[in-house]
């Protein structure tokens, strides 16, 4: 909706902002009242507002205490969208709408409009809830704070319990965040979804908690397990490498917490090696013929380099070396870095100077299409008039492939500007990297140089004469 209401496309005249205000709050309750959703209208129910003109009413309490307070109360959330939802064959429609409207009474009643809808059409009964975000009783914004969650629960409980119809009696911890939730559904890396694999391989290569301790720290983490005293801490925690603070166990998700962990760990026979090399077969080489190719430098390196240590670009597609976690933030935007590099590979862009000449040339074009583009509208307004359909036609085919022409060129200055504020970081983050690689391989020599010198001598070393 955030989209639609913002498309210049669609937003350019006057006359459709206050349209698409209206259809961002408008979308909401329709699919909420939906007679396809609710079966019957008599589930549907409003409070402070009456049903066929609830969306007009949310737009004209923000108008007048806008008017009154002086304050901007257009902007921002225009509504907030919650749902109560019931055990399968427990309610009728009946009760369970009876209740939703109980519940909205009680949490939101002497403040906000709230239409309440009940859906019956997924094989358990649900109720929506549209709450305007703005009180008609003051002028308030609604926050949405842990806390109106916890009253929420509690209010929705005791009502239920009054029914006798059954709760939740040991709520599960926190859900995971909807960015999280997305990326994991569009199959990319998570934060925590990373660390999550990182113990896993963890457990994997222990068979005592002890094991678990020394592989996570040899992967880089600090793990915080027991207080001062040496005592149990309740709630046990992990630094990543790098990271600005700790994650505790048993908020990564089902089957982390540390309790699971070393139960998980018990169940090993053996230890397995956390991250395999597999066997690869080297390279074929190849003579090139001609002119022999310039070295990339510059941006194009940069990027390059920085897709290699991503494993976005792998140089033995065998290799199973994990990416630095001082890199693994920019895993989730391993889509945008993929395009930012072939712009720069196609465009053959090495310099700032020559990113910023492209991107004015690109934005050249912009303004040239788009001025033409106008002039073929305003054609096509009068041929409209003049009822000439084939000549419509062959306007809006025009208009349609400026459209495309713009569109591209818009990407590319997207491009251009996530170039030239991501490159600063990305050289940054390299130099950390190359930082941390001299001080493994320093610290990996000394233990070499420490062994060799602590080993034992000829005489003790045993079938020596």
């Keep these: 909706m955030i989209n639609y209401a913002r498309n210049p496309e669609k937003t350019t005249e006057g006359s459709y902002e206050e349209l698409a205000s209206l259809h961002a709050v408008g979308d909401v309750l329709e699919y909420a009242a939906n007679d396809m959703k609710t079966e019957r209208r008599s589930y549907v129910s409003c409070l402070n507002c009456e049903e066929e003109t609830a969306a007009h009413q949310f737009i004209e309490t923000k108008k007048l205490w806008q008017r009154i307070s002086g304050r901007d109360k257009m902007g921002g959330r225009v509504c907030f969208h919650g749902y109560q939802s019931f055990k399968a064959n427990e309610v009728t429609a009946e009760t369970a709408h009876e209740i939703g409207v109980k519940l909205a009474q009680e949490l939101w009643g002497d403040r906000f409009e709230v239409v309440v809808a009940t859906h019956c059409n997924t ?147 053996q230890k397995q090696v956390p991250f395999p090399e597999v066997v690869h077969r080297p390279p074929r080489r190849y003579r090139v013929r001609g002119k022999p190719r310039k070295k990339v430098t510059g941006l194009r390196a940069l990027y390059f380099r920085y ?51 492209h991107r004015e040339t690109a934005s050249a074009e912009i303004d040239a299409l788009t001025a033409q583009r106008q002039e073929l509208r305003k054609e096509l307004r009068r041929l409209n008039r003049q009822g000439d359909p084939k000549a419509v036609d062959e306007v809006k085919q025009k208009i349609s492939a400026l459209s495309s022409r713009i569109r591209a060129a818009r990407k590319e200055v997207v491009l251009c500007d996530g170039i030239a504020q991501r490159s600063g970081q990305v050289k940054e983050n390299l130099g950390r990297l190359v930082k941390q690689k001299e001080t493994e391989r320093k610290e990996l020599t000394q233990h070499e140089l420490f062994r060799r010198r602590g080993g034992a001598g000829r005489e003790a070393v045993p079938g020596n004469r």
């Design 123 to 269: 094989g358990h009964y649900h109720n929506h809830f549209v709450l305007n975000s703005v009180s008609f009783a003051d002028g308030l914004k609604f926050d949405n704070t842990p806390a109106d969650y916890a009253r929420m629960r509690e209010v929705s409980d005791r009502l239920c319990r009054e029914y006798a119809i059954s709760v939740i009696e040991n709520p599960g911890g926190r859900a995971k965040h909807y960015a999280e939730w997305r990326a994991e559904q569009n199959g990319k890396p998570t934060h925590r979804g990373t660390i999550r694999a990182d113990i896993d391989r963890a457990i994997l290569a222990s068979t005592t908690e002890r094991d678990f301790l020394r592989v996570m720290g040899e992967m880089g983490y600090q793990l915080k397990t027991r207080g001062k005293g040496g005592k149990p801490l309740k709630y046990p925690a992990l630094k990543p490498p790098d990271a600005g603070g700790y994650f505790r166990f048993h908020k990564l998700g089902e089957g982390y917490s540390l309790e699971q962990i070393k139960e998980r760990i018990l169940q090993n026979l």
């Design 307 to 357: 897709c290699y240590e991503l494993h976005i670009i792998v140089k033995r597609p065998a290799s199973v070396k994990r990416v630095s976690f001082l890199l693994r933030k920019d895993i989730a935007k391993l889509d945008r870095l993929d395009a930012e590099t072939r712009f720069l590979g196609k465009q053959h862009i090495s310099t700032i100077g020559e990113l910023t000449a």
